[in-house]
C-alpha cells in the first residue's frame, strides 16, 4: 500500500516525511497553503527523490544554521549553499527539484500554489504575480517573527484555532508577495467602521469552539480578507486571533471570581481546548496562573481545582 499523502507535504513527502507535523489553511477561494515542519535527522542524509513538476512556491524558513544544501534540478546542482537559521528560501516546483541533505537541519515548509496566489492578487485587486524570487539565504524578520508565532501550533495542532492559521498564512503569503513578487508595496489600509468592528467582534465572541475562519469575518464586513486583517489591526491595535484571546481570558477571569467553578470546566466554557492551554494563554497576557490570579483576587484560596 502507498504511503498516505496530505495537502501540501511535497517536500515532506520526497524527504520519506509522511508524519511531519502539518497545518493548512482553510479559507482561501482557489487553494489553500500547506504549512510543514521538516525536521532531518542524521538518517535522511543523501539524495531525496525529486519531486514531480507542480506550478507551486515552496518558501523554507530554516531554524537551525546549515552549513551547506544543495538542491538538484535537471541532473545538477541548482543552488548549492549555508543557511542561517531564520533565512529565506524561494522555490517554484515547476522545475521539478530533489535535494542532496548533507547534514541534519529543521525548517519550516511554506507551500504555496499558482492557485492561492493569483486568489490573494485578484481580493487585493492587484495584478496577477509572476514569480516569486529571493536571494537564497536571505534574513527577513517579518517571516521570522510569523514563524515564530506559527511555531507552537505544530506541538499541539489541536490548540490552533482555524482564525489563528489562516490569519499568519494570510500574513506571511502577502509580505512574499509584496518583498519578492515584484509588485510596489501597498499603501496603507485604513479603519473598520464602528459597526464593521462591532460585528467582527460578536462573530469572534459567538464562536466558542473556535471554528472561524479569516474569511468568514471579512465576508461579514464586505471586505477581502487582506484589507479586513490589516484594518482590523489598525482599529482594534491587534490581530482577530488576540482580540479573541484577550476576550476569553476576560471571561475566565469573571468566572474565577465565584469559588465554586472549577478551573478545568471555565477552560472549556471560555472557548479554550482544556485547562493547560487555559493556563498557557491566561498566564501570558496576565503575568498570574488562573488559579494565582484567583487567590489574588480574593477568590478560591489554596489550589487549583
Known amino acids: 500500500m502507498p504511503p498516505r499523502r496530505s495537502y501540501g507535504d511535497a517536500v515532506a513527502h520526497s524527504f520519506g516525511m509522511n508524519a511531519a507535523p502539518a497545518l493548512r489553511t482553510r479559507s482561501l477561494p482557489h487553494a489553500q497553503i500547506g504549512m510543514t515542519r521538516i ?3 542524521a538518517e535522511r542524509i543523501g539524495m531525496t527523490p525529486q519531486i514531480p513538476p507542480e506550478d507551486t512556491f ?3 524558513i530554516y531554524l537551525t544554521d546549515l552549513q551547506r544544501h544543495e538542491l538538484w534540478s535537471g541532473g545538477r546542482p541548482r543552488i548549492s549553499q549555508g543557511y542561517a537559521a531564520n533565512s529565506l528560501r524561494i522555490v517554484n516546483l515547476v522545475e521539478g527539484y530533489s535535494a542532496n541533505i548533507l547534514e541534519p537541519h529543521e525548517a519550516l515548509s511554506f507551500y504555496i500554489p499558482r492557485a492561492a496566489l493569483d486568489g490573494l492578487a485578484e481580493d487585493a485587486g492587484r495584478p496577477a504575480i509572476a514569480d516569486l524570487r ?19 501550533a505544530f506541538q499541539a495542532p489541536g490548540e490552533a484555532s482555524p482564525l489563528f492559521i489562516d490569519q499568519v498564512a494570510q500574513a506571511i503569503t502577502t509580505h512574499l508577495a509584496d518583498h519578492y513578487g515584484g509588485q510596489p508595496q501597498r499603501d496603507p489600509k485604513g479603519r473598520l467602521a464602528p459597526q464593521q468592528l462591532r460585528r467582527a467582534k460578536e462573530l469572534l465572541a ?11 469575518l471579512a465576508r ?4 477581502s480578507r487582506s484589507y479586513f486583517l490589516e484594518a482590523f489591526r489598525v482599529t482594534a491595535g491587534c490581530t482577530p486571533h488576540r482580540w479573541l484571546q ?13 469559588p465554586a467553578a472549577a478551573i478545568a470546566e471555565i477552560a472549556i466554557l471560555c472557548g479554550f481546548a482544556d485547562q493547560s492551554h487555559m493556563t498557557r494563554v491566561f498566564t501570558r497576557l496576565t503575568g498570574h496562573s488562573p488559579a494565582a490570579w484567583r487567590r489574588l483576587a480574593g477568590g478560591l484560596p489554596g489550589k487549583a481545582r
Open 39 to 41: 525536521s532531518c535527522g
Open 58 to 60: 515552496i518558501a523554507a
Open 134 to 152: 529571493c536571494v537564497p539565504g536571505t534574513l527577513d524578520p517579518v517571516v521570522g517573527h510569523l514563524v515564530s508565532a506559527l511555531l507552537p
Open 206 to 216: 459567538s464562536r466558542r469552539d473556535g471554528d472561524l475562519t479569516l474569511a468568514a
Open 220 to 223: 461579514e464586513c464586505g471586505l
Open 246 to 258: 484577550r476576550h476569553r481570558v476576560e471571561q475566565a477571569k469573571s468566572m474565577l471570581r465565584d
